[in-house]
């Protein structure tokens, strides 16, 4: 009967699903421990605890499997920065979201966390598969950049929003790519909470009333 049809397909679906996650599960275990490279479906399969057919059931190839892991890997790091939840969001002010989103940008861990993992697994592998590092940017464009953007565009008149955006990330990624990736937080100490500070209030310029930088100055006399 079709109403023993529907419980039926619904657990068939839960157990696809189940091993797909478990499959993405142990391609992050086997990625970040050994490369993109150096790791093979078979490895895969095995420490997913499934068949290499199973494997090849839910993703074409190691390419596609990768990119679906960079997509989740983007996503948890993106709900953590901008929260997934309404007690984790940001607040609504969007210069306090700026801080904010900062302040969680530069959070020290105990631990490494997995998306710096994946970040040094993408630039230690971009050169021999480009391709993976466009994968990566891609997914940040997609989601990250936008939503930094709409901050952005949410401030007092100011000038060109996605271009302070992206001043604004980058300011953030260096500081983690020299104290965190490259493990100079003893060779060149920076106050974090500081350092966002300082940031957010560098990027603001030009909001609240100020002038573009392609605005001629009111005060110029003619030579």
């Known amino acids: ?22 499959i993405l599960d142990g391609a992050r275990q086997e990625f970040l421990s050994h490369g993109y490279a150096a790791t093979s479906m078979d490895r895969i399969a095995r420490a997913a605890h499934v068949s290499k057919a199973t494997v090849y059931s839910h993703f074409a190839d190691k390419k596609a499997l990768f990119r679906a892991l960079t997509e989740q890997m983007v996503g948890e790091r993106l709900s953590e920065l901008f929260g997934s939840s309404p007690g984790q969001s940001l607040p609504p002010d969007p210069a306090a979201a700026l801080t904010e989103l900062a302040a969680r940008c530069l ?12 970040l040094r697994l ?13 994968t990566f940017v891609a997914q940040l464009e997609r989601t990250g950049v936008a939503q930094v953007v709409h901050l952005f565009e949410a401030l007092p008149a100011g000038p060109e929003a996605e271009l302070r955006a992206r001043v604004f990330m980058g300011a ?3 500081l983690i790519l020299m104290q965190d990736l490259l493990h100079g937080r003893e060779v060149a100490p920076v106050d974090r909470q500081a350092y966002a500070a300082v940031l957010v209030k560098l990027v603001q310029a030009g909001s609240d009333g100020g002038q573009s ?3 001629p100055p009111e005060n110029r006399h003619p030579l």
């Open 1 to 22: 009967m079709p109403s023993a049809a529907v419980p039926a397909t619904t657990s068939r679906g839960l157990r696809a699903e189940r091993k797909r996650q478990a």
């Open 122 to 134: 993408v630039i230690g592998e971009s050169e021999r598969f480009p391709e993976l590092a466009r």
């Open 172 to 174: 953030l990624v260096h």
């Open 213 to 215: 930088t392609n605005s």
């Open 107 to 118: 959070a020290r861990r105990p631990a490494q966390p997995p998306f710096l993992s994946l």
